[in-house]
């Protein structure tokens, strides 16, 4: 079994070294960028096909390649913009403004005098944000997907610069210094960082024959899910590591090319000093394929290692626990580990059974707190659940999304309390499967259920009115547990080419709401017949150059 995972793993790097032709540098979109939303419902409808979009970040140079090839579909294949225009006209014309220098660069537009081959290009983006958050308890409550940020109470201003920087056809650069006036909103009480200013994300990435390797800190989505994802998403601070993985996604050579596309991605991050183990290590591995151009899967396995007073090496001690059963207590392979599978599958409209116009997609997501010990389910299963509609109705613009994520599932199965309080934590790694105190998956966090509904509809062509509604429970293992009911109601304007403006009010009404009073070990407390009232107002301006 340990050759063939040295196979596998080797296999799968050469071949996307040997299949991805010439680098070409590209920075890599952040990863709330309204292009991902863009680009997935264009795949949802139909429009872009051979498109995998599950694993994020991706460089502004793909995003440019799903572009294009819309704009190919579009022409060679009218007839898939039939009752469609609604949608597709106003999201295409914008894309190609977002990404005329990449599309430039591949020959397929018209540039602005820019060589193919100039050696430095460059651009950036200014993001103000000016909020008044008002909570009915405490002092700070958990802000979903923010990259460990809190919602902290009173008004307050961020900002930040996000500048990229690409040299030749082989370095990308990126760095996002940020301000916030409040330092709550980076944490509060064991979590305290009392930083105004502060790096939020500055990398190097070099590629070379489709391979890329990046160093610094970023963030990283790896899962179909919208409101979160099971093993990796942006909720908790962003981590410090190192990548290797295929820039594009390829295909195998010769007649193995028919079997579909594949992208490779792994990582090494090292974890914050004030945990349990002080700088454990946390090593990630993506393989995701895709078929045929309208299913894709992915697999996913998280391990954490190393850390002070735990000497293991890297890669020794991960490709040794590959290799064997989980919960090992042999010399240096007491790790704690997560694995997942998904899949997002886009099915066309079907008359009297899909009678939507641009069909829908169906997405999930069935991960494991340790490896896969029992079939079908794990004996630690975590599931999460999708269907997404790009289009309601012909000719018009409104889209439905409806999620549900569950990691308390197999304790309710099977009604065993031993499974309690396990998903994110380990009885090795007792801070868990967290950094800073916010757990690297769902932003639910141990025993937790959320059902989410969120539908957009675009008002003018660049006007954007969303709806969410969310439901959610969080440790509900425990005798006292959070619920919460949430609405939202966001306004998207873009004002120009490359200026947009959001404004969002969320109400949130919360019974036994929790905070974080503990990360070594990690502890969260609830307050035990509590109701609080939280009304959020944001507003968000980006200006892109």
């Known amino acids: 079994m340990r050759v063939v995972a040295h196979w596998l793993i080797g296999i799968v790097m050469g071949m996307a070294l040997l299949a991805g032709g010439l680098a070409e540098a590209s920075v890599n979109l952040p990863t709330h960028h309204w292009a991902y939303e863009a680009i997935e419902r264009l795949t949802a409808m139909g429009v872009i096909d051979w498109a995998m979009v599950v694993a994020k970040p991706y460089s502004r140079k793909q995003a440019a390649q799903y572009v294009a090839r819309a704009l190919e579909?579009?022409?060679?294949?009218?007839?898939?913009?039939?009752?469609?225009?609604?949608?597709?006209?106003?999201?295409?014309?914008?894309?190609?403004?977002?990404?005329?220098?990449?599309?430039?660069?591949?020959?397929?537009?018209?540039?602005?005098?820019?060589?193919?081959?100039?050696?430095?290009?460059?651009?950036?983006?200014?993001?103000?944000?000016?909020?008044?958050?008002?909570?009915?308890?405490?002092?700070?409550?958990?802000?979903?997907?923010?990259?460990?940020?809190?919602?902290?109470?009173?008004?307050?201003?961020?900002?930040?610069?996000?500048?990229?920087?690409?040299?030749?056809?082989?370095?990308?650069?990126?760095?996002?210094?940020?301000?916030?006036?409040?330092?709550?909103?980076?944490?509060?009480?064991?979590?305290?960082?009392?930083?105004?200013?502060?790096?939020?994300?500055l990398n190097v990435k070099v590629s070379l024959a489709n391979i890329a390797v990046e160093v610094g800190r970023g963030t990283q989505w790896w899962g179909p899910g919208y409101h979160g994802t099971l093993l990796l998403s942006d909720h908790a601070f962003p981590m410090d590591m190192?990548?290797?993985?295929?820039?594009?996604?390829?295909?195998?050579?010769?007649f193995l090319s028919a079997l579909g596309q594949w992208k490779v991605n792994t990582f090494l991050a090292?974890?914050?000093?004030?945990?349990?183990?002080?700088?454990?290590?946390?090593?990630?591995?993506?393989?995701?394929?895709?078929?045929?151009?309208?299913?894709?899967f992915g697999v996913t396995r998280l391990t954490q290692f190393n850390g002070r007073g735990r000497e293991q090496s890297f890669p020794a001690t991960v490709l040794r626990t590959y290799n064997n059963p989980p919960n090992q207590e042999a010399p240096n392979l007491e790790v704690n580990e997560q694995f997942m599978a998904d899949f997002r599958a886009t099915v066309p409209r079907v008359p009297f059974i899909i009678p939507f116009p641009s069909g829908v997609q169906f997405y999930g997501e069935l991960g494991s707190e340790d490896k896969w010990s029992k079939w079908p389910l794990?004996?630690?299963?975590?599931?999460?659940?999708?269907?997404?509609?790009?289009?309601?109705?012909?000719?018009?613009s409104t889209d439905f999304r409806l999620e549900y994520a569950d990691t308390d599932i197999y304790r309710r199965l099977t009604k065993d309390p031993g499974l309690k309080n396990v998903w994110y934590n380990?009885?090795?790694?007792?801070?868990?499967?967290?950094?800073?105190?916010?757990?690297?998956?769902?932003?639910?966090?141990?025993?937790g259920i959320d059902l989410f509904m969120r539908v957009t509809r675009y008002m003018r062509d660049d006007?954007?009115?969303?709806?969410?509604?969310?439901?959610?429970?969080?440790?509900?293992?425990?005798?006292?547990?959070?619920?919460?009911?949430?609405?939202?109601?966001?306004?998207?304007?873009?004002l120009s080419n490359t200026t947009h403006l959001t404004i969002a009010y969320t109400f949130q009404q919360i019974m036994n709401p929790g905070q974080i009073t503990n990360i070594n070990p990690f502890v969260e407390t609830f307050a035990a017949g509590v109701m609080s009232n939280n009304h959020l107002l944001w507003t968000n301006l980006t200006v892109e150059f």
């Not at 794990?378 to 018009?396: E, K, M, T, V």
């Not at 380990?426 to 998956?441: A, D, E, V, W």
């Not at 969410?468 to 429970?473: I, K, T, V, W």
């Open 73 to 201: 579909r579009a022409e060679e294949k009218p007839e898939t913009l039939e009752g469609r225009e609604a949608v597709v006209g106003p999201l295409l014309e914008r894309l190609v403004r977002e990404f005329r220098p990449e599309l430039a660069r591949q020959g397929l537009i018209a540039g602005n005098g820019a060589k193919p081959r100039d050696w430095l290009r460059y651009g950036g983006r200014l993001q103000t944000e000016v909020d008044g958050f008002f909570l009915g308890h405490q002092t700070v409550r958990l802000r979903e997907n923010r990259g460990g940020e809190y919602y902290a109470n009173g008004p307050q201003l961020q900002t930040d610069v996000r500048g990229w920087l690409e040299l030749t056809d082989a370095v990308a650069i990126v760095a996002q210094p940020k301000f916030i006036s409040n330092t709550n909103v980076l944490g509060y009480g064991p979590t305290h960082n009392n930083k105004n200013l502060y790096m939020r994300e």
């Open 270 to 296: 090292q974890l914050e000093r004030d945990r349990d183990f002080p700088r454990a290590k946390i090593f990630g591995l993506r393989i995701s394929y895709q078929p045929i151009s309208w299913l894709e």
């Open 426 to 447: 380990s009885g090795i790694y007792r801070s868990g499967m967290r950094y800073r105190g916010y757990p690297l998956g769902h932003w639910m966090g141990t025993d």
């Open 378 to 396: 794990s004996s630690r299963a975590a599931l999460l659940g999708g269907i997404y509609i790009p289009q309601l109705f012909s000719n018009d």
């Open 463 to 494: 006007l954007q009115l969303g709806i969410n509604l969310d439901m959610s429970e969080r440790a509900r293992g425990l005798p006292v547990h959070e619920k919460k009911y949430e609405g939202t109601i966001d306004v998207n304007w873009w």
């Open 242 to 254: 190192i990548k290797l993985g295929s820039e594009d996604p390829f295909r195998l050579p010769s």
